[in-house]
């Protein structure tokens, strides 16, 4: 699955994690959306990849931290990010965050 994991304080609310966790979700459904799977992938490897967006939502940059050990892969997940610029923001300003986290496992769901 991907997920947008901005770091939070050890503080937040409920409502914060909750909110959060929609932010996450809404980013991840639409890279998925955006993904051309490789054929022939087997297992569901994960990898991770930093990304800068503007506050209007729109993809700075796209790093790759963590490789999902298959190249075409990992090369398919960038593009997906890229075309999914720019990404959905957060129902509340105080949730965005310039620089996520995105984990993605091609066979799992949001």
Do not use: C
């Amino acid at each position: 699955m991907m997920q947008g994991e901005p770091s939070t304080r050890p503080t937040a609310t409920p409502a914060t994690q909750a909110g959060l966790a929609d932010y996450q979700a809404r980013i991840a459904a639409k890279v998925r959306g955006n993904l051309m799977r490789p054929p022939g992938l087997e297992g569901n490897p994960e990898a991770v990849f930093m990304v800068r967006q503007h506050p209007d939502g729109s993809v700075v940059s796209v790093r790759l931290v963590r490789s999902s050990g298959v190249p075409a892969l990992d090369d398919a997940i960038e593009r997906a990010i890229l075309r999914s610029s720019p990404l959905p923001l957060p129902a509340a300003n105080e949730l965005f965050r310039a620089d996520l986290e995105l984990k993605f496992r091609p066979n799992e769901q949001p």
